[in-house]
């Protein structure tokens, strides 16, 4: 495999980029939740807030990252729009930065070879 990648004993540096993760990390507390459309918002008050992060099933009804909520909901009423917690007046990323600590953690734990870099919240150089 290394020939065929073009290393030849070189390292090799891939970079992981978590998919749809502000919802999996909700999704995960709350597994009901899983295989029906949902997305996380920020800022709620203003249209319903803004989707930073939005599933497959949300995807396939035409929910876009960026939107605001409330075209989300007009597009899809099933929607489940998981909150962006905040904490004085800001976004607290507590939850997200935990769950992106127990990525890192696992895959670390694969070999003691591994170098595994975190570079934000969910995404990593291994």
């Known amino acids: 495999m290394e020939e065929r990648l ?49 599933s497959y099933e949300a995807k396939a009804k035409g929910v876009k990252r960026g939107m605001a909520g409330d075209k989300a909901r007009e597009l899809c009423p099933d929607i489940k729009l998981f909150q962006v917690a905040e904490l004085h007046g800001k976004a607290d990323l507590t939850r997200y930065r935990r769950g992106g600590a127990e990525v890192i953690t696992e895959l670390a734990s694969f070999s003691p070879l591994l170098v595994v870099e975190r570079a934000s919240i969910d995404e990593a150089y291994v």
């Open 6 to 54: 073009g290393v030849h004993g070189s390292r090799l540096i891939v970079h992981l980029d978590a998919d749809c993760f502000y919802v999996q990390v909700h999704l995960r507390e709350e597994p009901a939740f899983r295989g029906k459309p949902a997305a996380v918002c920020q800022y709620k008050s203003y249209m319903g807030g803004t989707l930073i992060a939005v």
